[in-house]
Structure formats: structure tokens, C-alpha cells
Nanobody
Framework: QVQLVESGGGLVPAGGSLRLSCAVT????????MGWYRQAPGKQRELVAG???????NYADSVKGRFTISRDNAKNTVYLQMNSLKPEDTALYYC????????????WGQGTQVTVSS
């Protein structure tokens, strides 16, 4: 089992920055991919950024150049640095961990709210 705990959300003005953290405990070595997702009211959950065990990253087009995902393996923590925030970034942000080998597993944190005021 894997447990994920997010932190770092809050209320910021447009143009501001936040850094989200996701602390990972449990069977950390079984995790292949970590990611940040978000869900705004009335919208589907969407992938914001992902990072593989090897450090490869990918981003949603809407956040490229503004958000950076990183991981600290020593601390078993994944970060999402968010700069130049826009009101449309307002959402509940979730940390996700996936095991890509059988048995496939996907774990979710409880979410942290990010609100960007205009």
C-alpha cells in the first residue's frame, strides 16, 4: 500500500506562485510514475504534470512553462512548483502514484485546494 499526503495549497492573487508537496509513504519502491491532477468545479479531473522513476516529465499544454514537477527521492516527496498562476488554475489538486507492473495500482491523495483570485 501507498499513502499520499498533499500540502501547500492556498489562496493567491493572479501572477503569484505556490509550491505543492506530496509526501509518499508505504511501498514507495513499487511506484513507477507520480503525477499531479486537478479538478475544477463542474469539470473532469485532468493531468497537470507527471514524472517517472527515471525523472522524465510531461505537462499539460495549459501549464507548460509555468509549472514544474520534481521529486526528492531522499524525502519521498514530489513537488509541483506553480508560477504565474491564473484564475483558471483554480482547482482541487490531487497527487497520484501509479504502479505500472501487474498488479496495476493507482493511489490518490485527499487533495489540496488552490484558488487564484483575479
Amino acid at each position: 500500500q501507498v499513502q499520499l499526503v498533499e500540502s501547500g495549497g492556498g489562496l493567491v492573487p493572479a501572477g503569484g506562485s505556490l509550491r505543492l508537496s506530496c509526501a509518499v509513504t508505504g511501498s514507495v519502491s513499487s511506484i513507477d510514475v507520480m503525477g499531479w491532477y486537478r479538478q475544477a468545479p463542474g469539470k473532469q479531473r485532468e493531468l497537470v504534470a507527471g514524472i517517472t522513476r527515471g525523472g522524465n516529465t510531461n505537462y499539460a499544454d495549459s501549464v507548460k512553462g509555468r509549472f514544474t514537477i520534481s521529486r526528492d527521492n531522499a524525502k519521498n516527496t514530489v513537488y509541483l512548483q506553480m508560477n504565474s498562476l491564473k484564475p483558471e488554475d483554480t482547482a482541487l489538486y490531487y497527487c497520484n502514484a501509479q504502479r505500472l507492473l501487474i498488479p496495476l495500482k493507482s493511489y490518490w491523495g485527499q487533495g489540496t485546494q488552490v484558488t487564484v483570485s483575479s
